[in-house]
């Protein structure tokens, strides 16, 4: 059983969180709110999400899991103003998931959890870099890479996050220490690159994030987190590195 009532633009930051990643999804249930963990189909970024049944503005529900595509889901949405609130229900003889906002009525199809690539594995890491930073700062990094190249290190240098993408022609760097209101937390300088399209994939919802927490190695997977729904709900990424060439 599955019945519940959310506002618009919360359940919005769920589907932007993870739709760039991947089409369909294994949404957990539990009287506590709901989860899911999804990886790429190119196996190089994982987003890991929960939601707590508070972030909903009435949440009941059995523990079990639904399959949703995020495409059809996300059409819905959008016809959605962010102050809406959209009611969801599982009709338990159809399988399917009644939506409705405002005057608007819809029957979504549900997939079978079964056919939906299993849960992700997390990596057990030990990253020795931890920068906590604006969600819009990075965002800026990467756009401003984008430019250039299509890829970008990230670095922590002499107690100092720096971004840099090196194109053929062209270069282009941020580099931000406490001054740019930024903190940083390391055991030694780490350096790692990164694909600049699952960079970009990720700053879709850490953009918009007040602060985000990057923890780095060298030539370790990027770990990323921060919070949606006003502190209810938590993303976390996981990005793998591209091998720099000797």
């Given at each position: 059983?599955f019945?519940?009532?959310?506002?618009?633009?919360?359940?919005?930051?769920?589907?932007?969180?993870?739709?760039?990643?991947?089409d369909?999804?294994r949404?957990?249930?539990?009287?506590?709110?709901?989860?899911?963990?999804?990886?790429?189909?190119?196996?190089?970024?994982?987003?890991?999400?929960?939601?707590?049944?508070?972030?909903?503005?009435?949440?009941?529900?059995?523990?079990?899991e639904?399959?949703?595509?995020?495409?059809?889901?996300?059409?819905?949405?959008?016809?959605?103003?962010?102050?809406?609130?959209?009611?969801?229900?599982?009709?338990?003889?159809?399988?399917?998931?009644?939506?409705?906002?405002?005057?608007?009525?819809?029957?979504?199809?549900?997939?079978?959890?079964?056919?939906?690539?299993?849960?992700p594995?997390?990596?057990?890491?030990?990253?020795?870099?931890?920068?906590?930073?604006?969600?819009?700062e990075?965002?800026?990094?990467?756009?401003?890479?984008?430019?250039?190249?299509?890829?970008?290190?990230?670095?922590?240098?002499?107690?100092?996050?720096?971004?840099?993408?090196?194109?053929?022609?062209?270069?282009?760097?941020?580099?931000?220490?406490?001054?740019?209101?930024?903190?940083?937390?390391?055991?030694?300088?780490?350096?790692?690159?990164?694909?600049?399209?699952?960079?970009?994939?990720?700053?879709?919802?850490?953009?918009k994030?007040?602060?985000?927490?990057?923890?780095?190695?060298?030539?370790?997977?990027?770990?990323?987190?921060?919070?949606?729904?006003?502190?209810?709900?938590?993303?976390?990424?996981?990005?793998?590195?591209?091998?720099?060439?000797?």
């Open positions: 059983m019945k519940a009532a959310i506002n618009a633009e919360t359940i919005g930051d769920v589907v932007e969180a993870t739709s760039p990643l991947v369909e999804i949404l957990k249930l539990s009287p506590d709110g709901v989860s899911l963990r999804a990886v790429d189909p190119a196996n190089v970024a994982m987003v890991s999400l929960t939601l707590d049944a508070s972030a909903f503005e009435s949440f009941e529900c059995t523990e079990g639904i399959g949703i595509d995020l495409i059809r889901f996300a059409d819905v949405l959008r016809m959605a103003q962010k102050d809406d609130v959209i009611h969801m229900e599982v009709n338990e003889e159809t399988r399917k998931l009644e939506i409705r906002l405002g005057s608007l009525s819809y029957t979504l199809s549900l997939l079978d959890p079964s056919t939906i690539r299993k849960d594995k997390v990596p057990d890491l030990e990253l020795p870099a931890n920068v906590k930073m604006p969600g819009a990075y965002k800026r990094a990467v756009k401003a890479a984008e430019k250039v190249s299509d890829h970008m290190a990230l670095a922590v240098q002499d107690n100092k996050f720096v971004f840099e993408a090196q194109g053929d022609l062209d270069r282009v760097e941020l580099t931000l220490d406490a001054s740019s209101g930024i903190k940083i937390e390391t055991t030694g300088d780490v350096r790692s690159l990164f694909s600049l399209d699952f960079l970009n994939d990720l700053s879709k919802s850490a953009g994030a007040d602060e985000i927490i990057i923890e780095l190695g060298s030539d370790f997977p990027l770990r990323m987190n921060f919070s949606i729904a006003s502190g209810k709900g938590k993303v976390s990424y996981l990005l793998a590195p591209r091998i720099e060439s000797a």
